[in-house]
Each structure stands twice: as C-alpha cells, then as structure tokens.
C-alpha cells in the first residue's frame, strides 16, 4: 500500500530499500579499514602530523611561480619546490 499518489498501475511491485543501508564492506575491507584507522591514530599520538594549511599555502605559492607541467615526475616537482 502507498499512500501518496502515484501513477503505477495497481499490483505494480516496488522494491523498498532502507534509506541508510550502511557500506558494502566485507569483513575483509573492515579489518583493513579498522587497521588503517588504528595506524592513523598511532601517528597522531606520535606526534606525526602535518599543518593542511601550510601544506596548501606551500602548495599554492609553488603552484603561481613554478614552470608546472601535466604529468611531471615526483622528482621533477620536487626539484622545483626546494629552496637553493
């Protein structure tokens, strides 16, 4: 039974699905999800972060001032980045 309006035919199915079904991981994924969340916290307790801002702030100024390339190697954009 529907009880909004509706221009299926009547005895038309409908499959019903819950609005938040969760994720599709298998227990596999999880265990790795669970590992890689307990690393992450380890390196927060260690200490073993990095500021985002600087980052993206570094980022940007490399960005406005270096000859940048498409598919420049990881070396290539490291070269250009470092101070003499």
Do not use: S
């Not at 499959?15 to 999800?33: F, K, Q, W």
């Not at 200490?47 to 570094?58: T, W």
């Not at 390339?69 to 980045?81: F, S, Y």
Request: glycine share 4%; hydrophobic share 45%; charged share 35%.
């Amino acid at each position: 039974m529907v009880d909004e309006p509706t221009e299926l035919p009547e005895g038309t199915e409908v499959e019903l699905l819950l609005l938040d079904p969760g994720d599709a991981l298998d227990v596999e994924d999880r265990e790795a999800l669970h590992q890689a969340l307990a690393a992450a916290q380890e390196d927060v307790d260690a200490g073993r972060l990095f500021d985002a801002e600087e980052i993206l702030r570094e980022t940007l100024e490399v960005m406005a001032a270096a000859p940048l390339r498409p598919r420049m190697t990881w070396e290539e954009l490291k070269a250009i980045t470092r101070e003499p």
